[in-house]
Structure formats: C-alpha cells, structure tokens
C-alpha cells in the first residue's frame, strides 16, 4: 500500500515564526503536492512538484515556499507564519504511470497560528 | 476555467438506506476524469470511485455507483446500504486527460448517518 507520511498531526505556531510541514511517501512517485483545506472552500493547491528540485505554483501560493530535494520529500515552509495560514495542511502523491495518476494522501497536520 | 461544484454542504441518511451525493462540473474539454474521495474523520483521503470521460458505463465499486451524465456535466454519487463507516466529508474532483498533475475539488458534503 502507498503510505504518505506527515511528520505532525497538529503544530501550534507563533506569528512570525518559520514552519516546516514535512512529508515523505514510500512509493517512489514523481508527483507530490501540498493542499490547503479550509471549510467550505475544499483542498487549494498551493504547491506541485513533478520531479526531484522542481516545483510549480499551485492556485494559492503566496506566503509558502517549498522543497524537495528527494524524491521522497516535500516540505511546505511557512517563511512568516501569520494568524490567517491556521488551517488543515494535506500533502499528496501521484505517478503518471499507475492508475490515472490517483493522489494518496497523508493524514492531515492541523496547523494553529497564534 | 473548470469548477467543480458540490451544492450539498451536508447530508443524513438512515443507516442501510441509500443516498446520493450530487456534484456538477464545468469544462470544456471532451476527454477528462472525474473521481470521489472520502475524507473520514481520522481525515486520511481515500479515494472512492473514479470514471473517465470516454467511458458510457457508469463506475461501481460494491455499494458506490456514480452516475455520469456527461451532457448534464453531473457526477453523483450512490451509497447504497449505508452503514456507519460510511460518515466522512465526500469530494468530488476533477481532471483533464492532459494533466498529470492538478485536480479540481468541489467544496465537499457531509455525509451523516442515522443508526
């Protein structure tokens, strides 16, 4: 089975602070994503990357950076954390070679930024 | 621009009946898929059912069956014999046939089960 795995389940943050979510899949997949989820809004790409050190903008982009400097790594960086990034982050894996490219995803990490 | 709209922010159903969840789409591509995922409260996505475009025979996967009408754009989903596992937020996506990459995500419904 494909296992994504988010390094915290739930991170409280101070404003201002710098924020790492981390996440590694097992299933050498080229795709990896980070996803925004709020109520009533569904998941919000923030970031993509397709391959090893790339990376795409995803439809909110703006206040996160990313990583990936492994195949099996993403990491979502929050440079200035502020009250209005509080939210459920999901991350997410795909390769365009098995099943339609079907996203597997983590567990969710529930970010609070005070 | 695709969107996907789920006008359904929550739904009860009496444990063992049926329900359906509705979810319309907007494209202009002719080749895409379109896909559920179910989000339980330990909140992993899981991915339900999925259908391709090209495909005139609607998805089922045991109890889940989508109905695809793809002139209407519509994309519902069939819980049949509901059962309690079955209560978690339900999304629908979409994606085009080009794309290895993004999907498009309606704003999800509850699903709430009677027992």
């Known amino acids: 089975d494909v296992k994504v795995t988010q390094s915290s389940r739930y991170l409280v943050k101070r404003t201002g602070e710098k924020v790492f979510l981390e996440c590694v899949q097992d299933?050498?997949?080229?795709?990896m994503f980070w996803y925004r989820q709020d109520p009533g809004l569904g998941l919000r790409l923030i970031y993509f990357s397709y391959d090893v050190k790339m990376k795409e903008k995803g439809d909110i982009p703006e206040g996160y950076s990313v990583s990936r400097e492994k195949k099996e790594r993403f990491s979502l960086i929050l440079e200035s954390a502020s009250t209005n990034q509080t939210s459920m982050y999901l991350c997410a894996s795909s390769t365009p070679a098995l099943a339609k490219n079907i996203q597997y995803f983590g567990a969710g990490t529930r970010l609070s930024v005070l | 621009a695709q969107t996907v709209t789920q006008s359904q922010p929550e739904m009860s159903v009496q444990e063992a009946e049926t329900v359906t969840l509705s979810c319309t789409y907007d494209?202009?591509?002719?080749?895409?898929?379109l896909f559920w995922y179910k989000q339980p409260p330990s909140r992993q996505m899981i991915l339900v059912i999925r259908q391709e475009a090209y495909k005139q025979q609607n998805a089922t996967e045991n109890r889940f069956s989508v109905n695809f009408q793809k002139a209407a754009k519509s994309f519902s989903l069939k819980i049949s014999d509901s059962q309690l596992g079955d209560a978690a937020m339900y999304f629908c996506?979409?994606?085009?046939?080009?794309?290895?990459?993004?999907?498009?995500w309606g704003a999800g419904t509850k699903l709430i089960i009677k027992p």
């Open positions: 494209t202009s591509e002719s080749d895409y898929y």
């Open positions: 299933m050498d997949h080229e795709n």
């Open positions: 996506a979409y994606r085009t046939s080009d794309s290895n990459y993004q999907l498009i």
